[in-house]
């Protein structure tokens, strides 16, 4: 009898997972008749089979990305690796991970990866559903956004985030929101209308006077930075100050701190002090045998407090379940960790910058590349390009 894994989720994390849990990473159209004829898992995919490359949705404020550029159709990348589809959502996980429901059934498994992403903050200010905007909610709501946006001719724009700092590293969006800073500055001065708004950076989780070189750019851009700054409520036309005052604003773009979903708190999963999935250094949901998750809806055992959520760190905790499950399913033990490392490309249009951090100390691709320059931005859109290729053809 084959084992049946279930995997919950079509974002970053499980695609990667599938991708390290498989022999062979690449499977062009043929080679799927040969995972028919061989393969020792059943493998079955719960989500919604719509895939959203988040890192380009800053770029709809340029125009350089749409919602149609950033979402995939999953369906065929699964077909091609004879890994069943079921469109739904799962809304329980009961028996210690053994059983999977959803509104299409229930669905039992030998082991379960988790890659359900991220939930956030909303209630944590008063009016953050109803008077803000998030790049981080998907491709609709940044439309929303830009739309309502070139319904101004001039005006007071506020972007901000904050993060959930309770599982000891940064859940939430800080970069995402530095770079949609930037390319709103380019956006409004090629548009020739940059004079005519002011924009605000605001987060109650920068110092206020904190310099480095995030702020250099943003200062470079003339963009006000009220670092310290946390209102008490969003609101119609604005945000209300501690003293009860309304700071104007025609339009807020802000991410709220990242915690886990629904199904997280519902289900028989443990739950971080975050509210994230409680996960081991294995990928291990903590108390769960067989049960391993990955990407933004878990927290880390002994994280460095820099590292954020993001795709690349989904990938390495996708790598390091994907081979310490396939261990477990041999009855073996986990023995794969994985590194702590942030790394990312803020494109800012008109220059880039590579952030980047590694727990090891290790630079991006052995330094090859520079820290800062407009050049990244190639380099970022290539990334982007060989990677959505990869998931529709390979
Ligand atoms: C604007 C923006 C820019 C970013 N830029 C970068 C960048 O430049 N570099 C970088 O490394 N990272 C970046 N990130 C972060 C990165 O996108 C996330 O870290 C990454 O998407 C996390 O992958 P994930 O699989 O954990 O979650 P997701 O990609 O959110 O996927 C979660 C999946 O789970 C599914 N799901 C959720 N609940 C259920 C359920 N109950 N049942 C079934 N399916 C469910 C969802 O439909 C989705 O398919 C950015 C994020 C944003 C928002």
């Not at 999977?100 to 498994?109: A, I």
């Not at 590194?339 to 952030?355: G, P, Q, T, V, Y």
């Not at 859109?381 to 529709?392: A, G, K, N, P, Q």
């Amino acid at each position: 009898m084959k084992k049946k894994l279930i995997i919950v989720g079509n974002g970053f994390a499980s695609l990667f997972f599938i991708t390290f849990f498989l022999a062979i990473p690449v499977f062009p159209f043929f080679a799927r008749f040969f995972r028919k004829i061989y393969s020792r898992y059943d493998i079955t995919l719960i989500g919604n089979g719509k895939f959203i490359y988040f890192p380009a949705i800053p770029e709809f404020l340029t125009g350089k990305s749409n919602k149609e550029s950033v979402t995939i159709d999953i369906r065929p990348f699964l077909r091609r690796r004879n890994i069943h589809f079921v469109d739904s959502m799962v809304t329980d996980i009961q028996d210690g991970g053994r059983t999977v429901v959803t509104k299409e059934g229930v669905f039992k498994n030998d082991a379960l990866f988790l890659g359900i992403g991220p939930a956030f903050l909303k209630d944590d200010i008063p009016g953050t559903k109803e008077f803000t905007y998030s790049p981080c909610y998907g491709p609709d709501d940044m439309d929303k956004f830009v739309n309502k946006l070139a319904t101004l001719d001039a005006g007071i724009i506020y972007l901000g985030y904050k993060i959930n700092k309770k599982d000891g590293f940064v859940a939430g969006r800080a970069g995402q929101m530095y770079e949609c800073a930037c390319l709103l500055d380019y956006a409004l001065k090629k548009k020739g209308v940059r004079d005519k708004f002011e924009i605000h950076f605001f987060s109650s989780n920068i110092a206020p006077g904190e310099t480095g070189a995030i702020t250099d750019r943003l200062r470079e851009r003339d963009i006000i930075l009220d670092y310290g700054y946390e209102p008490v409520k969003f609101v119609d036309g604005g945000m209300i100050n501690e003293d009860g005052s309304l700071r104007k604003a025609d339009i807020i773009l802000y991410s709220p701190g990242i915690t886990g979903s629904k199904l997280v708190q519902d289900a028989c999963l443990p739950v971080s002090t975050g509210g994230q999935i409680d996960v081991d250094q294995y990928g291990q949901a903590r108390g769960l045998i067989n049960v391993f998750a990955a990407g933004d809806c878990g927290n880390h055992e002994n994280p460095p407090q820099w590292v954020p959520h993001q795709a690349h760190m989904a990938q390495l905790r996708a790598e390091a379940a994907a081979k310490n499950m396939r261990a477990t399913l041999k009855g073996d033990h986990p023995t794969h960790k994985y590194r702590f490392e942030l790394s990312c490309i803020m494109n800012m249009e008109n220059d880039a910058m590579w952030m980047h951090m590694a727990a090891d100390g290790k630079p991006p691709f052995w330094n090859m590349f520079p820290k800062r320059s407009k050049k990244l931005i190639k380099l970022k859109d290539t990334f982007e390009r060989v990677f959505l290729f990869y998931l529709r053809y390979l």
